[in-house]
């Protein structure tokens, strides 16, 4: 009965977890206010947030379900133009019905997060049923084939891009959808359908043998994948000037890939960590124009060298285990 945790017990990591956020973000926001972090800061670390959930809803079909998939970037951009086409029409005045303003962003990112998911449904279906490599070449076409169809639809902008989009990711928006998805994640992964996702990942012939159905898991993480990557384009659509469909490119899906395998396949929180100095790798290097891209290569090689489990490997920090730790060196 002793080893049964009590109700004060179960409710503390939530309420540590709570105080954690709030402290981050008012300690951003107030740096925001006073100008310690100017504006051109403030859009690194907007980007970061959007990396995050990017990074984080790969991590579920690539870490935890053991799926290769190189088509995240195209849920984004699908994400992106939908969420983007949902804004522009109900800033208009032919809209059918009047939405307040501060409902129009929220819509039009469940919208694009929606369409995402739809789109990751529809390739999932056929998709899923293979492995390995040939799941990776039918994303990694899936990608292609969506950036391609974008850049010659006329709805979409085609090659000159989508104009007009109001911006709307500040770092409250970005800042909460970011704290959703990884709640989302963390609570699916360490539910009984995280656990039949783990299972598929360790041997998937086994879990099917002991009655996981395999195909409705791995299409179940495949579908919230895309779901928070179609939110997390929405983010990104309502950033820039100009929806560009080219940073939608293969060469996207695998930076998202390289934060995954970087943070570890596994781990939330190496995909938090990686999102984060991936992110702001690139900036720092800025100084070193000519050989920017060597260095941030070298540095990727090096990690992979003498960390190939990644930063984390499985590991998941939380500030409730650090606060444990704390109390037990103190009653020590």
């Known amino acids: 009965l002793n080893t049964i945790p009590t109700f004060k017990q179960s409710i503390r990591p939530y309420i540590v977890n709570i105080i954690a956020v709030l ?39 690539i870490g935890f379900l053991g799926q290769l998939t ?17 804004s522009l029409y109900l800033k208009s005045s032919d809209a059918f019905v009047s939405i307040p303003v501060d409902l129009q962003f929220p819509i039009a990112l469940a919208f694009g997060g929606l369409i995402a998911a739809i789109f990751g449904l529809l390739i999932g279906i ?12 039918i994303t990694l076409g899936f990608g292609e084939i969506i950036r391609t169809v974008i850049l010659n639809l006329e709805f979409t902008g085609g090659a000159r891009g989508l104009k007009g989009i109001p911006f709307r990711s500040d770092f409250l928006y970005v800042f909460v959808v970011m704290v959703i998805t990884i709640y989302v994640l963390w609570t699916l992964i360490h539910s009984r359908h995280g656990r039949a996702i783990k299972s598929i990942r360790e041997d998937e012939i086994a879990a099917e043998a002991a009655g996981v159905k395999t195909i409705y898991y791995k299409l179940q993480a495949f579908v919230v994948a895309a779901l928070f990557a179609g939110i997390a384009g929405g ?62 290569a070298a540095i990727l090689i090096a990690f992979m060298i003498f960390k190939p489990s990644g930063l984390f490997g499985h590991y998941e920090f939380s500030p409730n285990k650090v606060i444990n730790y704390i109390v037990r060196k103190v009653k020590k």
């Open 70 to 86: 190189l088509g995240h970037a195209g849920f984004m951009s699908v994400g992106a133009y939908s969420s983007a086409l949902c």
């Open 126 to 137: 056929p998709a899923l049923r293979l492995r390995g490599d040939y799941l990776a070449i």
């Open 235 to 296: 983010l990104f659509a309502h950033k820039p000037i100009i929806l560009d469909a080219t940073k939608y490119d293969f060469n996207r899906s695998i930076e998202i890939v390289v934060m995954v395998v970087l943070g570890g396949m596994g781990s939330i929180t190496g995909s938090i960590v990686a999102a984060i100095v991936l992110t702001i790798l690139p900036e720092l290097l800025r100084d070193f124009a000519e050989y920017r891209m060597v260095i941030y």
């Open 23 to 61: 402290a981050i973000y008012f300690l951003f926001q107030s740096l925001f206010d006073d100008g310690t972090i100017n504006r051109y800061y403030q859009g690194i670390i907007i980007m970061v947030g959007i990396n995050i959930i990017l990074a984080t809803s790969l991590n579920l079909t």
